[in-house]
């Protein structure tokens, strides 16, 4: 637990590059796109989840990048202690049943 809160994270956003199939001439094969905008919120757990939009896509996600827009009031840093992605392979979920 940090003393000082006003380097906890405030506004920031995960981005992520899809991998998409070698064998489709449609798409390039890393793209890079924004997979959701979120808050930190300092009166809530310091374990918080954010919930990505579910998107129809068949691509694997192989890099994430988050980046910070705002903290809670430190000039000149920003703290995190821990980030953590979990996902599932395309094809894994059970649609409708």
């Avoid at 390039?28 to 919120?41: H, I, K, P, Q, R």
């Avoid at 918080?48 to 809670?72: C, G, K, P, W, Y």
């Avoid at 430190?74 to 599932?88: M, P």
Wanted: glycine fraction near 8%.
């Amino acid at each position: 637990m940090a003393y000082d809160r006003s380097s906890a994270p405030k506004d920031f956003q995960v981005r992520g590059w899809y991998q998409g199939s070698h064998d489709d001439s449609e798409k390039d094969s890393n793209v890079m796109a924004a997979l959701g905008e979120f808050s930190y919120d300092l009166d809530k757990s310091n374990a918080q989840t954010f919930q990505l939009e579910r998107i129809a896509d068949s691509r694997v996600v192989n890099m994430v990048q988050l980046d910070f827009s705002s903290n809670h009031g430190n000039l000149e840093l920003t703290c995190i202690y821990r980030f953590r992605v979990h996902g599932r392979e395309p094809g894994s979920l059970n649609i409708g049943g």
